[in-house]
């Protein structure tokens, strides 16, 4: 009985952990955006660089755990 609740403690905190990292993405990507528009509105090159244009793309939580879902051995 307490290990199941010890189970359902761990699944919580981990969906917790989730929702948390989710949204610590969609600001640092915000972030990112902005300081991009200051980089472009100073006219740097850095503004246009190739990983940063990779970054500032929103995170896909649906896509990311298809992804997951593919790569990962299936549980037996």
């Given amino acids: 009985m307490s ?4 189970t359902k403690q761990a699944d919580a905190r981990s969906h917790l952990d989730l929702q ?3 949204l610590a993405e969609q600001e640092s990507t915000k972030m990112l955006q ?3 528009s200051l980089c472009e509105f100073h006219k740097l090159g850095i ?3 190739e990983e940063i244009e990779a970054l500032i793309q929103p995170t896909q939580p ?4 298809k992804d997951l879902q593919d790569k990962l051995p ?3």
């Fill in 3 to 6: 290990q199941t609740r010890a």
């Fill in 20 to 22: 948390i990292n989710l």
């Fill in 34 to 36: 902005m300081l991009r």
């Fill in 47 to 49: 503004a246009r660089d």
């Fill in 62 to 65: 649906k896509e990311l755990l």
């Fill in 74 to 76: 299936a549980d037996n």
